[in-house]
């Protein structure tokens, strides 16, 4: 059974690495492009709806290049509605925020 995750793993892994090489984002927007995939898929899992029902692709990329800080930074993302905003806003918020925080992990001195 281990096997089976982890092969379903680096698939789901290498799925992700192609649709974002299709949709054209750089390294670092592939990785938050990933985050934010792993995000829509707890929400909609949660939800009980399609992945795509939250946001597609194309939006999450969208997100991926802008890197919003705000909610009316969202506004501004195709995709991203009132509605959307209201539900899910904070979610990507938090994604963004946390991708971008440094590891403070060994960082301190002592």
Do not use: C, W
């Not at 390294?27 to 949660?46: I, P």
């Not at 890197?67 to 963004?96: A, F, Q």
């Amino acid at each position: 059974m281990a096997f089976r995750r982890d092969q379903a793993t680096r698939t789901a892994t290498a799925a992700v690495a192609k649709k974002a090489e299709r949709i054209e984002l750089g390294k670092s927007d592939a990785q938050l492009f990933a985050m934010l995939k792993a995000e829509r898929a707890y929400l909609a899992k949660s939800q009980n709806l399609p992945a795509y029902v939250i946001f597609t692709d194309e939006t999450l990329a969208a997100i991926a290049k802008a890197r919003p800080h705000s909610l009316s930074d969202l506004g501004s993302i195709p995709g991203m509605g009132t509605t959307k905003i209201e539900r899910y806003g904070m979610n990507v918020i938090d994604v963004v925020m946390a991708f971008e925080q440094p590891d403070d992990i060994g960082d301190s001195v002592e």
